[in-house]
């Protein structure tokens, strides 16, 4: 009787849940590819730069992301113009290894600055006297991990086959980056917790797996692998 209800609520959860589940995401769920806090903070720094009637407001602003990356927004209590972006994330090292440092020279070269304490890139700017359009540097700014890890996709275009890119953006997960023929497989390690994320994460990947629905635009999850 247990093994029958437990077989239940799983073809409920793959036949009726799931699919509502996947077409309110798609509805409903807007993933920014670059950090808005981060934005929102720059642009508003150099707002009160342009505002005769404001003076700079002292700030530090922080904002966590999902896979444990880290920004930090601050300026100097001396020198309330001049403020530093700083970042932090596991998978730091492998970006800047494989084509983050060579993009950082490129996109970034007017900002870099010596890593703050505790973080892996810093950069920093002087809203009264800017290197480039506010916009533009509030952009670069709140898009770093993004560039980063888009630098290790690229890099991995590039690389030899037979080899690979791994990017350990979690504790206990990383994505890998294997050069193929037609292109590149992007492969996933992810890590269920307990036995009801292992459940549920299983129906929902197979799900995914057998979706056709054509609007969602995505390239075809070509094998899906479960292991405990």
């Not at 720059?42 to 530090?60: G, S, W, Y």
Request: proline share 5%; hydrophobic share 40%; aromatic share 8%.
């Amino acid at each position: 009787t247990t093994k029958s209800s437990s077989a239940c609520v799983c073809v409920s959860l793959r036949r009726v849940l799931l699919p509502l589940l996947l077409s309110s995401l798609v509805a409903m769920i807007l993933l920014e590819a670059y950090n808005r806090i981060v934005y929102d903070t720059v642009m508003r720094a150099f707002a009160q730069a342009t505002d005769p009637e404001k003076k700079i407001e002292q700030m530090v602003v922080e904002s966590g992301e999902f896979d444990g990356a880290h920004f930090l927004v601050c300026n100097d209590a001396n020198a309330r113009s001049v403020f530093r972006v700083a970042l932090s994330m596991l998978c730091l090292d492998n970006c800047l290894a494989n084509g983050g440092q060579d993009m950082l020279g490129q996109k970034y070269g007017d900002l870099i600055s010596e890593p703050m304490e505790g973080y892996g890139v810093t950069l920093m700017f002087d809203v009264e006297n800017p290197s480039a359009p506010p916009e533009d540097i509030a952009m670069r700014c709140a898009s770093l991990k993004r560039n980063l890890m888009g630098a290790s996709i690229l890099s991995a275009f590039n690389a030899k086959m037979g080899s690979y890119i791994r990017l350990p953006y979690r504790k206990g997960e990383s994505v890998y980056f294997v050069p193929s023929e037609n292109g590149l497989t992007v492969c996933y390690l992810i890590r269920f917790e307990s036995e009801d994320d292992r459940i549920i994460g299983s129906a929902f990947l197979q799900e995914l797996n057998d979706l056709k629905d054509p609007q969602l635009k995505r390239p075809p999850l070509r094998r899906f692998e479960w292991n405990h």
